[in-house]
């Protein structure tokens, strides 16, 4: 079956300090995978989209980047992290071989605090 | 443009009591859409999708709905609140063309004992 993993779990921050979040997605080949930021009282935002290896999305101009260096990884990252960074990032995945495209199936999420 | 509409930010009922949750939704086209579930500082968990297969959609944890399309509603129900379900829940719909999903605003439900 598959399997959507996320770390760190939690992670505190100073403003101006880089990122580095993983997803990583089990048992599954060529998955769409997203990222979603989930700010207190503001919905699930999507962030960033990815249908294949190096093949990469924005959906908000921001500070943030997103990369995809093998199938089943996706990476957000950020040079200098703002204060407005913190959120709860969610990964995700949809559209492997057997399952319809339109389902999405979420990880564990991040909580990034920025201080 | 599909968009959905979650009509109370929070729902409060007690044990054993029924619970629902009102969503209506937006679409040019037969949709697909969903419920999702989060608990607390969780990812989120797919409840139940509908696909135009069936207008009662059964899902995971005694969750139900009932696509409506006279009434262009989505409402997500169960007959008996547990504590366990204290929760957000999400109505999402899916855009048909890009397969990126819509969320709801969310609607908070808490369970008194």
């Known amino acids: 079956s598959q399997t959507i993993h996320q770390w760190p779990a939690t992670l505190v921050q100073p403003v101006g300090s880089p990122l580095s979040l993983e997803c990583t997605v089990e048992?599954?080949?060529?998955?769409?995978l997203y990222w979603y930021r989930q700010a207190a009282g503001r919905g699930l935002q999507l962030l960033f989209y990815s249908v294949g290896i190096g093949q990469i999305s924005s959906e908000v101009p921001q500070n943030l980047s997103a990369s995809r260096p093998q199938d089943r990884q996706f990476i957000l990252s950020s040079k200098k992290l703002l204060l407005s960074d913190s959120g709860f990032y969610l990964c995700a995945w949809s559209g492997d071989s057997l399952l319809p495209a339109d389902t999405q199936y979420f990880g564990p999420g991040t909580r990034l605090t920025v201080l | 443009a599909q968009s959905v509409t979650q009509l109370d930010s929070h729902v409060s009922v007690s044990e054993g009591t029924p619970v629902l949750l009102r969503c209506n939704y937006s679409s040019s086209y037969s949709p697909s859409l969903f419920w999702y579930v989060q608990h607390p500082n969780k990812g989120l968990q797919l409840l139940l999708k509908?696909?135009?297969?069936?207008?009662l959609v059964k899902g995971i944890n005694g969750f139900e709905a009932e696509f409506k399309k006279s009434e262009t509603s989505f409402h997500l129900t169960k007959p008996s609140a547990h504590m366990s379900d204290a929760a957000e829940y999400f109505c999402v719909v899916s855009d048909g063309a890009t397969n990126k999903l819509i969320f709801g605003t969310g609607t908070l439900l808490a369970v008194q004992p």
């Open positions: 048992g599954t080949s060529n998955p769409n």
């Open positions: 509908y696909t135009s297969a069936a207008t």
